[in-house]
């Protein structure tokens, strides 16, 4: 199974001198319904099976991903004091392993910004100082992820002016000043997809978010997303999955 052809959802940029901009969801609202100021597009493309390429695998900073091994026994993941005791443990040991990093935080917000509220002052301003990344740290649990996998953007396929644009993420419980961004990723035909068929509870695949160095050296991010395979056995279960998002420090800029 070389590839598979599936629909993926884009964004569509929002009119020319409008900052695009989207609500984040309030489970304290029961009436909550998502406020945006654009839209979306449906697109068949090719998602390649990665499992099946002939090179080797590629570290994070080459293309924006990496798949890790990473054993677990950890099962209690509707816990969410016990995600926090013993969880969290083992993701920063194996992004350890996996990048080099001296420093790893795991958090559950988006912003960059927001390390303020999870580092000390005098400890953000060393890591500032440093090359730093944000990822998200994604695995499936329970059983094998057949049913709305992941695929993930090749980044040097991106054209990183054209093919995104920020959004603004409004979230009341946040102030003004701390407010998230993420990117809109529109369609292009020359964008290149691909995903792991399969993905065990012993695997996990690391995505970049955002890299501080932004010299064109390396991957700064990496667009993604779930889709519906139809190579997806009929007799698989609904996917089941966790990721954090997570804050790593490397060698001094």
């Not at 929002?14 to 909550?32: E, I, L, S």
């Not at 056995?233 to 420090?249: I, M, N």
């Given at each position: ?70 054993p677990t026994g ?41 390390l303020r509220k ?48 920020p959004i603004t ?85």
């Amino acid at each position: 199974m070389p590839s598979t052809t599936a629909s993926l959802r884009f964004a569509v940029t929002p009119a020319v001198g409008t900052k695009a901009y989207t609500a984040v969801f309030d489970p304290n609202d029961p009436k909550w319904v998502r406020e945006t100021n654009f839209g979306y597009e449906t697109k068949e493309v090719i998602i390649e099976n990665l499992r099946e390429t002939k090179e080797p695998p590629a570290p994070l900073d080459s293309l924006g991903f990496q798949l890790v091994k990473s054993p677990t026994g950890f099962t209690a993941f509707s816990d969410d004091s016990q995600v926090e005791q013993k969880y969290y443990h083992e993701v920063v040991e194996t992004l350890k392993q996996s990048t080099g990093a001296s420093r790893v935080i795991v958090y559950n917000h988006g912003a960059i910004t927001r390390l303020r509220k999870e580092v000390p002052p005098a400890e953000l301003s060393r890591l500032l100082q440093c090359r730093f990344q944000i990822i998200s740290f994604w695995r499936p649990v329970l059983h094998t992820a057949y049913d709305t996998p992941l695929a993930v953007g090749n980044y040097w396929s991106f054209d990183t002016k054209s093919d995104t644009f920020p959004i603004t993420l409004k979230d009341p419980s946040v102030d003004a000043h701390l407010q998230s961004e993420m990117l809109g990723v529109t369609y292009s035909r020359k964008q290149k997809w691909g995903y792991y068929y399969g993905m065990t509870p012993d695997e996990a695949l690391i995505v970049k978010l955002f890299d501080s160095v932004q010299d064109g050296s390396v991957a700064t991010f990496t667009p993604h997303a779930a889709f519906d395979d139809p190579l997806t056995p009929k007799d698989a279960p609904p996917r089941e999955s966790v990721d954090q998002a997570v804050a790593y420090q490397g060698v001094k800029l």
